[in-house]
T-cell receptor
């Protein structure tokens, strides 16, 4: 079975500081990893994904994530946080060759303080 | 939210009533999905369809039904058999390739009175 863990329900960071939202996964096989962001009462917006190749993935709005196979992690990062980055962030995994669909983490609420 | 529309945005129903949530996409995607979102639980898959006239149960299909008569449309019916239907429902679509991204609609918030 595949699973995703987001160990922090809430992350607070000051505007201008770097931010990290953590994600670890457990799969049998090669993972496809995704990050999404959700603003209140809205659908999920795609940020970035890792399929294969370079472990550092760059995405929308200045976000990036690093795939670490040995630590089974895919943490989301941004060098300088903005107040407008405050939202709910979801990590998701899908296993290559599997018929199963995306499995989501429980989400991390990011608050950027002015 | 791209080319995926969901209607209505807010929906209220009385206990014992069936209700149908609409999902339409103009992205020419083969695959469509329905998720349920509850606070603190992330998204859980209800049903998905990889091609017209075919669909599969997800992790929490009990009390729900779907149809896929057209490529563009994937309506979800919440039946009276669903014991706790109050939630935020999200529709998504993607191409049929495993690595492709799922794109989400704006969601429908269903409240049972």
């Amino acid at each position: 079975a595949q699973s995703v863990a987001q160990p922090e329900d809430q992350v607070n960071v000051a505007e201008g500081n770097p931010l990290t939202v953590k994600c670890t996964y457990s799969v049998s096989g090669n993972p496809y990893l995704f990050w999404y962001v959700q603003y209140p009462n809205r659908g999920l917006q795609f940020l970035l994904k890792y399929i294969t190749g370079d472990n550092l993935v760059k995405g929308s709005y200045g976000f990036e994530a690093e795939f670490n196979k040995s630590q089974t992690s895919f943490h989301l990062k941004k060098p300088s946080a903005l107040v407008s980055d405050s939202a709910l962030y979801f990590c998701a995994v899908r296993v290559s060759g599997s018929a199963r669909q995306l499995t989501f983490g429980s989400g991390t609420q990011l608050t950027v303080l002015p | 939210d791209g080319g995926i529309t969901q209607s209505p945005k807010y929906l209220f129903r009385k206990e014992g009533q069936n209700v149908t949530l609409s999902c339409e996409q103009n992205l020419n995607h083969d695959a469509m999905y329905w998720y349920r979102q509850d606070p603190g639980q992330g998204l859980r898959l209800i049903y998905y369809s990889q091609i017209v006239n075919d669909f599969q149960k997800g992790d929490i299909a009990e009390g729900y039904s779907v149809s896929r008569e057209k490529k563009e449309s994937f309506p979800l019916t919440v039946t009276s058999a669903q014991k706790n239907p109050t939630a935020f429902y999200l529709c998504a679509s993607s191409t049929s390739r495993f690595e492709d991204t799922q794109y989400f609609g704006p969601g429908t918030r269903l409240t049972v009175l």
